[in-house]
């Protein structure tokens, strides 16, 4: 079974530039989440998708920040227009409807605003 | 509001030693915690988690944790340190009672393994 996988690993961009990244979640989880480890911080949430509806984005940062998930199957997190402070490790994770909550990560991309 | 709090940034211990990373939460209801596992350049792996029932939970790898609700701890033990385990360790705690999912992280512990 393919985990979830995130692309891009790396991206190097310019402030003002705009930057989507991609999350494809476990095959047949219906929650899929965004988080975010800035430089020396901790793991922070940005959102919640249960299928194709925000079921949570209390930690969405600003109106910089969009994500989508049309179809309820993969994610995309859109930043626009970046600043500096949007630098770090964005990862994604996945979890079937279950209790317990057990969520699988991504392996994260980097992103770094220049 | 949720909170994690791990103590001490980085540990280092000798290969053989006993692992000890500890985990303080907070929580207005009562918690899932977790503990995850970043190896580098890579993602974060589930090592254990607490859900109900028995206190002291195994993992993957040789870890265990155990949760007191008294002293509101989840410290992650390990009884014999191997090379292997270097990496990032994060504590996690979610509300088990709603439908907020979120994880809260602690900042995270380092672990270094000297040979």
């Known amino acids: 079974e393919a985990g979830v996988t995130q692309f891009p690993s790396h991206s190097v961009i310019e402030k003002g530039q705009t930057v989507t990244l991609r999350c494809d979640p476990i095959?047949?989880?219906?929650?899929l989440y965004w988080y975010r480890r800035v430089m020396g911080k901790e793991i922070k949430f940005l959102l919640h998708?249960?299928?194709?509806?925000?079921?949570?984005e209390s930690g969405m940062p600003n109106n910089r920040f969009l994500a989508e998930r049309t179809g309820g199957t993969y994610s995309t997190l859109k930043v626009q227009p970046a600043e500096l402070e949007d630098s770090g490790v964005y990862f994604c994770?996945?979890?079937?409807?279950?209790?317990?909550?057990?969520?699988?990560f991504g392996p994260g991309t980097r992103l770094t605003v220049t | 509001a949720q909170s994690v709090t791990q103590l001490g940034s980085h540990v280092s211990v000798s290969e053989g030693a006993l692992v000890l990373l500890r985990c303080n939460y907070s929580?207005?209801?009562?918690?899932?915690l977790f503990w995850y596992v970043q190896y580098p350049n890579q993602g974060l792996q589930l090592l254990l988690k607490?859900?109900?029932?028995?206190?002291l939970v195994k993992g993957i790898n040789g870890f265990e944790a155990e949760f007191k609700k008294s002293e509101t701890s989840f410290h992650l033990t390990k009884p014999s340190a191997h090379m292997s385990d270097a990496a990032e360790y994060f504590c996690a705690v979610s509300k088990s009672d709603t439908g907020r999912r979120a994880l809260t992280f602690g900042s995270g512990t380092r672990l270094q393994v000297q040979p």
């Open positions: 095959s047949g989880h219906d929650n």
């Open positions: 998708f249960v299928k194709e509806s925000k079921q949570d």
């Open positions: 994770a996945s979890s079937q409807e279950n209790w317990g909550n057990e969520q699988y």
């Open positions: 929580s207005s209801v009562p918690p899932y």
């Open positions: 607490y859900t109900t029932g028995a206190t």
